[in-house]
């Protein structure tokens, strides 16, 4: 009797049914590091914002992978040489690039593990893997290092218009309803060629790619860059790093909870155990420690898990150049004494810096175009919007974070 295999298809609601191409990619899938990306927000606390932006780096990561098994189809129709060991590898890459989140993904970036980024992570991640997959990553890993010989594979998973772009951007605008940032993925891909092994996008692309590079400008600014967003990362990390504070002068204070082994630091990222520690953390560990925090001792950790909570966020004042060091001192002066703290605990509940945004950045690897008569150029050269810096034009806003209620 002939066994049947059954095909297993996740229901992609920005992409419909996506098919998982083999058992190696199912099997990376099920692991117990890549499901903890289903409690893992993709857009850390941009929900309070945009009520919708609840996906996570799961739905990210499979979306991902559906987009790059597109790019090899349309590659290899082009004539491109993209072998099944070469396949397998680009998949497991794209699909692994991020299982480094910690909790709330880039909110708490190098604060749980302090100084340590999540690509760091993500690598540890690949190579334990690897090693239980009995060196089944080990092509996967080159990819994402950048070491593979074939260059234009490395710039698939990253690169100023890689497959990781590809996704977020289409999937974060259509769950945050940010119509602007809604790019043509597909469109994109279909134009892809590989010329000296480099990826080149078509002639015929270049209005794709302006859209792009536009929608990445509107979505930082409209979503990512949202003050709510980001007054409320603000208050998340500082909500941790106080906690760190507290927690080595008080005894019992988070006493056996992961967390509290991290802000400890007793954790350390050459350890044997870093990672099945690490994967432990997820968003619902840090929302339980908010709402036992809301009754705190701590003035100031009780103040700031009650207003993540409750959604009542610190106010911020947006400048156009960097404010004095006498504003930024007068208003902790004030927070100290409404708050009857000092002005070092002031710290926690004033903050100040400035947001960035650039589409595009040329001194990356640009994004070159394949012209019909075979000639690649970059695409600032081409593109007619590029004379007034709309992509490559650094823009700012600094910014003083501190409580409503002091002014």
């Known amino acids: ?39 893992i927000s993709q857009m850390g606390l941009s929900y309070l914002s945009y ?13 991902a992978m559906h987009l790059m098994n597109k790019a090899i189809t349309t590659l290899r129709y082009k004539g491109v040489e993209i072998n099944k060991s070469e396949e397998h590898a680009l998949l497991a890459a794209i699909l692994l690039h991020d299982i480094g989140h910690g909790p709330f993904s880039h909110a708490l970036e190098e604060v749980l593990v302090k100084d340590v980024h999540h690509e760091t992570l993500s690598l540890k991640f690949m190579q334990a893997l690897n090693e239980s997959f009995k060196g089944e990553l080990k092509m996967a890993i080159s990819i994402f290092e950048g070491r593979h010989p074939k260059k234009f594979l490395s710039a698939l998973v990253s690169s100023q218009l890689d497959i990781d772009r590809l996704d977020y951007l289409k999937r974060d605008s259509f769950f945050s309803g940010v119509a602007e940032g809604n790019i043509n993925s597909e469109r994109l891909i279909t134009t892809m060629n590989v010329q000296n092994d480099n990826i080149v996008i078509e002639e015929k692309g270049i209005h794709s790619i302006e859209k792009f590079l536009m929608a990445r400008r509107f979505m930082y600014w409209q979503v990512y860059l949202h003050k709510t967003s980001v007054v409320a990362e603000l208050m998340l990390k500082n909500v941790i790093n106080r906690a760190r504070h507290l927690i080595k002068s008080r005894s019992d204070f988070m006493h056996e909870t992961a967390v509290g082994e991290f802000l400890l630091d007793h954790i350390h990222l050459n350890q044997s155990d870093f990672l099945v520690k690490f994967a432990q953390l997820d968003d619902t560990d840090i929302i339980q420690l908010l709402k036992t925090w809301i009754d705190d001792s701590d003035s100031i950790l ?41 002005l070092l605990d002031a710290e926690f509940l004033v903050y100040q810096g400035v947001l960035t945004n650039t589409p595009y950045e040329q001194n990356k690897q640009p994004i070159s175009i394949l012209k019909r008569n075979g000639e690649v150029v970059e695409f600032l050269n081409l593109s007619q919007f590029s004379a007034n810096s709309g992509f490559t034009a650094e823009q700012q806003r600094h910014y003083i974070c501190f409580p409503k209620s002091v002014f």
């Open 302 to 342: 009780a103040f700031l898990s009650k207003g993540l909570i409750h959604r009542n966020l610190l106010d911020i004042r947006f400048y156009d150049k960097a404010p004095s060091d006498e504003e930024y001192l007068n208003i902790s002066k004030k927070v100290a004494d409404s708050f009857k703290i000092s």
């Open 1 to 39: 009797m002939i066994q049947q295999r059954k095909l297993k298809v996740f229901n992609d609601p920005v992409y419909g049914s996506i098919g998982i191409p083999n058992d190696f990619i199912l099997e990376l899938i099920a692991h117990p590091f890549f499901q903890r990306l289903r409690r």
């Open 51 to 63: 009520p919708g932006a609840h996906h996570t780096r799961f739905h990210h990561a499979i979306g």
